[in-house]
């Protein structure tokens, strides 16, 4: 089933050529709507072949199919508004200084988008999922290198997209589909592809980032790595709902078996009876929680190893001991070490690392100087979330100067609440500072879709020459701005 060099070259070569079916925005609106009509109808189908490949269950995956289709129907509608075209024009000023000619500046597709699929998200960070559907909204034909954990859902929403594609006249080369690891590298070598978007582990990820920025014209690789989501718990919110604060941590920790890729994988809470209580809520929930499967085999045998190797670390305990909950199973568990040990380099950094699954670690800090320390050596994230007392939120204490210090450190930065929950929306942003993302953009929300775009001014063109999104008229109706005033 892996695709050789040579498919790989015909898919992307047929791509390529699908690129003026995408040149109307009105088809392009509609091919992602169908697209969504057509993955809802098939939704059964889809589920149950979802279902057998990764045992998410058929609740949460019915959920994640009507997340991608309505994240289809966002974009559609984002499409059909044209805001992302971002159009500027400018008339000639001649008393300016320096003098401005006629400018018109607008956005334009980069061309075939190469998308590297899930593990976890085998609808929603797959085939059809936001790397392709914001790619697809920009004018972007998509070849999708399928994920190795769910290939036989892959070719089935495939069929499904193309199906839709059908129905507006669009090529079934806008959606090529490849299987294979020297598949997944053929890709980014390719130099009809243009951009690249990836989610999956640091190491696969940087070594596509390094294809895609040595080739003899590099791309853009849009990618997210890994993320330890840092979750910051005050004394004062310990003291005032530190039960509901282990509660909600066990849910977040554990929810989808911690396959998520913002799960919290490291807890600042205080060496104090206020954090004392927090823990043994947090133990009670964790313990209440049943096994789980992991996506893979691979993945269960790295979480095991990953577990066993920050246990054996100097003052890490285990409070509720992660590992195998059957023969495919795996329990849920966190780990506990001195704050202290974390704000020095050594083998501690290791607690720093993401580990994939149900587990997290528990820091217990003493003072403010090693919350400090320990967020100093942090790297990059999707989120950073702080937990305040009612008063700390309302602006009193060090509320506003916590959230001032994580924000450097993520791209969300949540206030008592708990990262896993993505919503798709137009303020959303899904990224942050590498490892958590190779660049500064968003693979979820309507700003996605800017990754797959890039401008281009046109000065001193004939209006007869230009396209009609930058003529004068605006027979589109496009939002601009002109000559410095913004249009709706």
Same mark, same amino acid.
């Given at each position: 089933?892996?695709?050789?060099?040579?498919?790989?070259?015909?898919?992307?070569?047929?791509?390529?050529?699908?690129?003026?079916?995408?040149?109307?925005?009105?088809?392009?609106?509609?091919?992602?709507?169908?697209?969504?009509?057509?993955?809802?109808?098939?939704?059964?189908?889809?589920?149950?072949?979802?279902?057998?490949?990764?045992?998410?269950?058929?609740?949460?995956?019915?959920?994640?199919?009507?997340?991608?289709?309505?994240?289809?129907?966002?974009?559609?509608? +984002?499409?059909?508004?044209?805001?992302?075209?971002?159009?500027?024009?400018?008339?000639?000023?001649? =008393?300016?200084?320096?003098?401005?000619?006629?400018?018109?500046?607008?956005? +334009?597709?980069?061309?075939?988008?190469?998308?590297?699929?899930?593990? $976890?998200?085998? *609808?929603?960070?797959?085939?059809?999922?936001?790397?392709?559907?914001?790619?697809?909204?920009?004018?972007?034909?998509?070849?999708?290198?399928?994920?190795?954990?769910?290939?036989?859902?892959?070719?089935?929403?495939?069929?499904?997209?193309?199906?839709?594609?059908?129905?507006?006249?669009?090529?079934?080369?806008?959606?090529?589909?490849?299987?294979?690891?020297?598949?997944?590298?053929?890709?980014?070598?390719?130099?009809?592809?243009?951009?690249?978007?990836?989610?999956?582990?640091?190491?696969?990820?940087?070594?596509?980032?390094?294809?895609?920025?040595?080739?003899?014209?590099?791309?853009? *690789?849009?990618?997210?790595?890994?993320?330890?989501?840092?979750?910051?718990?005050?004394?004062?919110?310990?003291?005032?709902?530190?039960?509901? +604060?282990?509660?909600?941590?066990?849910?977040?920790?554990?929810?989808?078996?911690?396959?998520?890729?913002?799960?919290?994988?490291?807890?600042?809470?205080?060496?104090?009876?206020?954090?004392?209580?927090?823990?043994?809520?947090?133990?009670?929930?964790?313990?209440?929680?049943?096994?789980?499967?992991?996506?893979?085999?691979?993945?269960?045998?790295?979480?095991?190893?990953?577990?066993?190797?920050? =246990?054996?670390?100097?003052?890490?305990?285990?409070?509720?001991?992660?590992?195998?909950?059957?023969?495919?199973?795996?329990?849920?568990? *966190?780990?506990?070490?001195?704050?202290?040990?974390?704000?020095?380099?050594?083998?501690?950094?290791?607690?720093?690392?993401?580990?994939?699954?149900?587990?997290?670690?528990?820091?217990?800090?003493?003072?403010?100087?090693?919350?400090?320390?320990?967020?100093?050596?942090?790297?990059? $994230?999707?989120?950073?979330?702080?937990?305040?007392?009612?008063?700390?939120?309302?602006?009193?204490?060090?509320?506003?100067?916590?959230?001032?210090?994580?924000?450097?450190?993520?791209?969300?930065?949540?206030?008592?609440?708990?990262?896993?929950?993505?919503?798709?929306?137009?303020?959303?942003?899904?990224?942050?500072?590498?490892?958590?993302?190779?660049?500064?953009?968003?693979?979820?929300?309507? =700003?996605?879709?800017?990754?797959?775009?890039?401008?281009?001014?046109?000065?001193?063109?004939?209006?007869?020459?230009?396209?009609?999104?930058?003529?004068?008229? $605006?027979?589109?109706?496009?939002?601009?701005?002109?000559?410095?005033?913004?249009?709706?």
């Amino acid at each position: 089933m892996e695709a050789t060099a040579q498919e790989v070259d015909a898919a992307v070569r047929a791509a390529h050529a699908a690129r003026e079916a995408l040149t109307d925005r009105t088809v392009r609106a509609a091919f992602l709507r169908s697209a969504a009509d057509e993955l809802e109808a098939a939704r059964d189908r889809l589920v149950e072949a979802a279902d057998a490949e990764t045992a998410l269950g058929p609740v949460r995956l019915t959920g994640e199919l009507a997340r991608t289709c309505y994240q289809l129907r966002a974009f559609a509608g +984002i499409v059909e508004e044209g805001a992302f075209l971002d159009v500027v024009i400018d008339h000639p000023d001649d =008393t300016a200084t320096p003098p401005v000619p006629d400018l018109r500046r607008y956005k +334009i597709p980069l061309g075939v988008v190469a998308v590297y699929s899930a593990s $976890n998200f085998p *609808f929603a960070f797959s085939v059809a999922g936001g790397d392709t559907a914001s790619a697809l909204a920009a004018g972007c034909p998509v070849v999708v290198k399928a994920h190795p954990d769910h290939p036989a859902l892959s070719e089935l929403v495939a069929k499904v997209i193309r199906r839709a594609a059908a129905r507006h006249q669009v090529p079934d080369g806008v959606l090529g589909l490849v299987h294979g690891f020297d598949a997944g590298i053929e890709l980014i070598r390719h130099p009809m592809v243009a951009a690249a978007g990836f989610t999956g582990s640091v190491r696969g990820g940087r070594a596509l980032f390094d294809e895609a920025a040595a080739r003899p014209v590099p791309i853009p *690789f849009h990618g997210e790595l890994g993320s330890l989501n840092p979750v910051l718990v005050t004394e004062a919110a310990a003291a005032e709902r530190g039960e509901a +604060i282990g509660a909600g941590l066990a849910g977040s920790m554990t929810l989808g078996v911690g396959q998520f890729c913002v799960k919290p994988g490291l807890v600042l809470a205080p060496a104090s009876a206020a954090g004392d209580a927090l823990l043994k809520s947090l133990t009670d929930a964790v313990s209440d929680t049943d096994p789980g499967v992991l996506l893979d085999h691979r993945m269960r045998d790295n979480f095991l190893a990953g577990v066993t190797e920050r =246990t054996r670390l100097p003052e890490v305990e285990s409070p509720v001991t992660a590992g195998a909950g059957g023969e495919h199973t795996v329990s849920a568990g *966190f780990l506990t070490v001195p704050a202290e040990r974390l704000t020095r380099e050594g083998a501690h950094d290791l607690l720093l690392e993401e580990c994939f699954g149900p587990v997290t670690v528990v820091a217990r800090y003493t003072d403010e100087a090693e919350v400090r320390a320990v967020l100093s050596r942090l790297p990059g $994230n999707l989120t950073a979330t702080v937990h305040l007392s009612s008063e700390e939120a309302a602006g009193q204490g060090r509320g506003a100067e916590l959230v001032r210090e994580l924000t450097p450190l993520a791209g969300r930065v949540l206030v008592n609440g708990w990262p896993t929950g993505v919503a798709v929306a137009p303020a959303q942003h899904h990224g942050g500072p590498y490892p958590a993302t190779t660049s500064t953009s968003t693979s979820v929300g309507g =700003t996605a879709i800017e990754r797959w775009l890039r401008p281009v001014v046109y000065q001193g063109a004939p209006e007869a020459l230009l396209p009609p999104e930058l003529k004068d008229d $605006n027979p589109l109706g496009l939002p601009r701005r002109f000559n410095g005033r913004l249009e709706h």
